[in-house]
């Protein structure tokens, strides 16, 4: 049982559910993007818009950089403005300081990294070239030290957000949606056993980011209105760049977004024994005043990882590896050992990039495999129109479990203002998950 829950989380962030990347092209002047886009999954449409102004402004010293974004999800309930960005950067000599709210980045790897742990992924804009798109702006102090040219030493503050915990745990669950059926079936259950524990047990754990009935008791935890310093994440980067190559090594002490959610033993029991497990597990459900999560804690992880990239004549390579001392199982807490790989290739045809990420959980001696291959073809021209077809090939394995998927898209651009681009989010294995997705894109 308590693979389930790592497996998803580490594996399919990526793959579970993807929107579509918003035109946004690198300014330091003041940008203005209007993004609509419609999409069908699971036999149901989902509108959004957004729209986003960013400015750069820098007077001696002191460099400012602001973004407003208005975003409307889904029915449009879910809308307003904020500020996506906000922060001031002090320059002293070769160190600076920067305070605020804003993105950053360590570690090498494009997709499947572990070692960045500072912004979350917003997984529909995965590989957006705009940072501030990819991944969610956070409030922070990062200050850089330059000892000497080749060597880049930084620290980072950064108070715990509790709004982020709702978005990793909301993915969370539609990867749990995708691989519990696997998992259970090799207890030996009958469908309808398995259909009750993966939809009235594991499922409402996790959906809409942690279920209503526990929220009060995650909100002990995780309540963003009650801040408190146990809860800021501290950390520590340092770089070493020579030539073309580039080493790193970091280490975070951070509060989980994901908290340790304690199904009941008893349960856990029943689910692992052979024997009568399903008559047993229903009788166990039928019980009155049945509360299967016994508890929800919160807790610390430290984190080390070490990276490096470098070009080997039309290559480049990357690599990193992480240790981290606890994750979340569904019945313990695990550490975890991820090695990480990446090379990519520009060409005249064609640019390629691969990653292979493998990950051990210590508590269950399991191993965990991901990767992610991205094509993308060089654009031709039609009527003034240029369209870049693209794929993303990713794939995933386990013990028990694998999964693949792909990702086509065609991308029609019209005089850098004007863009379209189409998606198609294709799971061979199971049409149920199949997503088309169109985003219309206009920058001013």
Not at 21 to 44: P, W, Y
Request: glycine share 6%; net charge negative.
């Amino acid at each position: 049982m308590r693979s389930v829950l790592s497996l998803s989380f580490f594996i399919f962030t990526l793959t579970a559910v993807w929107a579509d990347s918003l035109f946004q092209r690198e300014n330091s002047a003041v940008t203005q993007l209007f993004r609509t886009d419609f999409g069908t999954l699971r036999g149901s449409s989902f509108p959004s818009a957004l729209l986003l102004f960013e400015s750069q402004a820098q007077t001696g010293e002191w460099q400012t950089e602001a973004s407003l974004i208005f975003q409307g999800n889904g029915d449009f309930t879910d809308t307003g403005f904020d500020f996506n960005q906000l922060s001031m950067t002090r320059y002293l000599e070769e160190d600076e300081i920067k305070i605020g709210k804003f993105v950053t980045s360590v570690g090498v790897l494009d997709y499947l990294s572990l070692a960045n742990v500072l912004n979350p992924v917003r997984a529909q804009f995965f590989d957006d070239a705009n940072p501030n798109i990819r991944r969610i702006p956070l409030w922070m102090v990062q200050g850089t030290l330059s000892p000497a040219d080749e060597t880049t030493f930084r620290f980072f503050i950064e108070p715990f957000d509790s709004r982020y915990q709702d978005y990793t745990s909301t993915y969370l669950s539609i990867a749990l949606d995708r691989l519990l059926p696997q998992y259970f079936s090799s207890y030996n259950l009958d469908d309808e056993t398995l259909e009750v524990i993966r939809n009235e047990i594991f499922l409402p754990a996790y959906t809409q980011g942690i279920a209503p009935s526990i929220k009060r008791k995650v909100g002990n935890y995780y309540s963003f209105d009650n801040f408190t310093l146990d809860k800021t994440m501290i950390g520590f980067d340092y770089t070493h760049a020579d030539f073309d190559t580039m080493v790193g090594v970091n280490w975070f002490n951070k509060y989980s977004e994901v908290p340790f959610i304690e199904v009941d033993p008893d349960l856990i029991a029943l689910i692992q024994n052979e024997g009568d497990a399903a008559e047993h597990i229903k009788e166990y459900l039928d019980q009155n005043d049945l509360s299967v999560v016994k508890s929800v804690e919160g807790f610390r992880y430290n984190q080390v990882s070490i990276y490096g990239e470098g070009a080997f004549s039309e290559y480049g390579m990357r690599f990193e590896a992480t240790y981290r001392d606890k994750i979340p199982l569904i019945d313990d807490f695990s550490a975890l050992f991820m090695v990480g790989a990446g090379i990519d290739h520009s060409g005249a045809s064609s640019y390629n990039d691969f990653e292979l990420q493998w990950i051990y959980l210590d508590e269950s001696g399991q191993n965990i495999f991901a990767t992610i291959w991205v094509y993308k073809y060089p654009p031709f021209f039609l009527n003034g129109i240029s369209i870049r077809p693209e794929n993303y090939t990713m794939y995933g394995a386990t013990e028990g479990a694998h999964q693949i998927s792909f990702l086509p898209n065609l991308t029609f651009d019209y005089r850098e203002h004007l863009q379209l681009r189409i998606q198609y989010l294709f799971y061979p294995d199971d049409a149920y998950y199949n997503t088309f997705m169109a985003t219309l894109g206009v920058r001013f």
